[in-house]
T-cell receptor
């Protein structure tokens, strides 16, 4: 069984388009995250949601909007895609929020290429 | 700002030898550290973690060492195998909200 799943795995699109990436976790975790990994493999957190509530919002353009319909899902919608948005986007989840030291479990990633 | 970093981008290791991957962190308030392994085309996979009240923690073929005096973290892999070839990241956590800050990653290449 896949613990953290993302769709699609690959996404190729034109500049200016709007796209969404979906994430689901079946671990029963309360907290979910979105990370961006650039071409140099650098991983940086974008957002974190706890039980449908936004708790971490890093300096991310407002073209990126996370949406959490329930605590098992965290989707990422991107408006007006730009070339610099090309990256691998990872979803992750962890059991609890507010506790330091909760292991995060990552999905397989969505490879976004903006042409 | 303070950050986590790794010294070497690539480490070549002979199969069967031990590997050591190093990580320097600068935030003395960090109190939880994790090592992740990322294989090609996959997401980061948890390897081992350590809290700041410990100096050493062992897992299966892996050991993490924490030196708070010099703010240094290392991952030792015993008897490195071809399946250990991957990019390894250290990450630190210092605040509520479980925000992880990742280092830049070290690629480990295992030679047969």
């Amino acid at each position: 069984d896949t613990a953290v799943s993302q769709t699609p795995k690959y996404l190729v699109t034109q500049m200016g388009n709007d796209k969404s990436i979906k994430c689901e976790q079946n671990l029963g975790h309360d907290t979910m995250y979105w990370y961006k990994q650039d071409s140099k493999k650098f991983l940086k957190i974008m957002f974190s949601y706890n039980n449908k509530e936004l708790i971490i919002n890093e300096t991310v353009p407002n073209r990126f909007s996370p949406k959490s319909p329930d605590k098992a899902h965290l989707n990422l919608h991107i408006n007006s895609l730009e070339l610099g948005d090309s990256a691998v986007y990872f979803c992750a989840s962890s059991p609890l929020v507010g506790l330091v030291g909760e292991t995060q479990y990552f999905g397989p990633g969505t490879r976004l290429l903006v042409l | 700002g303070e950050s986590v970093g790794l010294h070497l981008p690539t480490l070549s290791v002979q199969e069967g030898d031990n590997s050591i991957i190093n990580c320097a962190y600068s935030n003395s308030a960090s109190d939880y550290f994790i090592w992740y392994k990322q294989e090609s085309g996959k997401g980061p996979q948890f390897i081992i973690d350590i809290r700041s009240n410990m100096d050493k923690r062992q897992g299966q073929r892996v050991t993490v060492l924490l030196n708070k005096t010099v703010k240094h973290l290392s991952l030792q892999i015993a008897a490195t195998q071809p399946g250990d070839s991957a990019v390894y990241f250290c990450a630190e956590n210092m605040a509520a909200g479980n925000k992880l800050t990742f280092g830049g990653g070290t690629r480990v290449l295992v030679k047969p």
